[in-house]
């Protein structure tokens, strides 16, 4: 008897070789019909059905885990829609969990997922290096970072915007539309691509010749309390000079705007604003925002791309993978 | 020996019954602390683990499993992240699926969900009448619809929002702000709300005795189409009289705003709007948006408290909860 494996049970079939896992364990989707001929199939060849099943069993649950700190950050529930798309696409469902930027949560949602046997798992941000001790070291989980900085880059594969990109653009433009002032307006909670939109912050200001004192060029925020607006109006009262504004994101943005309007400082007469992520608002505010628009299509795709050959053992470890970012200016930043 | 049950446990240990099974189970989060002290109380009751934590496997994995249709709606995402935080400090983990609105990807999600074993299961809005087939009839899952109508109601506990009342406010604000010629601006994918909501729109007509007519009073949108803006100059064409304008949702208000702004069409001047949902960024446009604002709170809270109700075998079937809407009114709708 010819040896058969289970890829050419499914060339003979004329299905994938995931779906001949899924009827082999009885789990995920298909249909009646296709259930009956991949079997038959099996039937036909002698395929040593039994072992490969508990293999199978043991190696590709065909399930990913994602991990989120805010889904109801625009960003974010745009990267983890796309990627659910793409995986789906490719055989693989996906399971997601938000772990409110807690890191209890996100420990008791690790375990969890490996509870699970998920093939594998893709981290979203947030604040600490992300660090994965698999419970079993027998079978490691493969895992994707996006955002967020792995502590052993030699595990993973990073994934990130060109966050430096984007706040070294942005600062640029409004020293090109003539700000001599330019600040970064940001929250403390110090991320990843927070981090690097600081330094890209920076660097422009150095590149144009402008000593970067922290006290003069960074607004520290938090849209959640209620001294925002006081807070702001302290800040340009002790730098009345200020005659740009950087924002780390659109929601920060949105919310200067309309405390300066309030306090009728015109933007972008007196003050130009740039923002970060380009989230489906900005177009509708007057004036409307500019901002830097991250490409959440490439990264969900080179994510999945990375973690399936890291799946299939194929990857190259210790990577990164940094995607370009694009400046969107509309009138809030244009002289 | 007495014959102590997993709540005795729990109770001599001061944790719950949820932390007792997951250090039986060796499954989810503890500390190692709590670990040695549920042990510790194991032992020396005499607390027959072996059984019990087999038992427990196979009826509880204290994970609640997530249908949404699409994670980057506002509304959506907002529930779904409320969700996340009550199960869990209730001992419970969520794992969410993305549908993107497709039922061969509602059907794959729900045998992966049966098949990770979860105990109950929240589903969240979609066109088509919710049936869940469980694959096991033995152990039926128990489940809630939160903004979809179960196919068989005696089975689940349907919550929503009354968007019946806040279509019908919407509509006789408008009317009483001036307006005679109130129109509903809808996508034509017709969801429980969307029929609910148009349903509120013509009765609050019929209340104020204008005879609703579709070609008047309907005007079918769809912001992800190049002709909108078109086909709402169109429509205004052909009903030149109207002055205030029902959004089923803030998305299309906001894109309404912005194509009636453009065309020099002024709001709340000439025509009077008021979206749905209360985004976060309708208090941004200028003028700003009146809408409807859903209580995801107390919705979430309905949805957790009902299905550990029916997990526990507590619950009564067949019961619909309607949550209360609430209208904000910002410039957009007043005169």
Known sequence: MTNYSIKDIAEIAGVSVATVSRVINDNGRFSEETRKKVLKVIEETGYKMNYSAKNLRMNKSFTIGILVPDISNYFFSDVVQRLEEILFAKGYSTIICNTSRSSEKELAYLRILEGKGVDGLIVISGAEAFEFASS??????????????????????????NHYQGAFESTEELIHEGCQHPVIAMHNQKSTSAKERLKGFKDALKKNSIPFDQKQHLLAVDIEQSDFEENLLAFLKKNPSTDGIFSINDLIALELMRSLKKNQIAVPHKIKLIGF????????????????????DLIA???????????????????????????????????
Chains 1, 2 share one sequence.
């Open 301 to 335: 795709n080179y994510a999945v791309e990375s973690l399936l050959e890291l799946i299939n053992k194929k990857g190259e470890l210790g990577r990164q993978i940094i995607v370009p970012v694009s400046l969107v200016l509309r009138e809030s930043s244009i002289s």
């Open 136 to 161: 079993n070291a027998e079978k490691k989980i493969p895992y994707i970072c996006i955002d967020r900085e792995p502590k052993k880059k030699e595990d993973t594969i990073f994934i990130s915007s």
């Open 277 to 296: 992520d380009d989230t489906a608002f900005g177009k509708y505010t007057t004036p409307s925002l500019s901002s830097v628009k991250q490409n959440a």
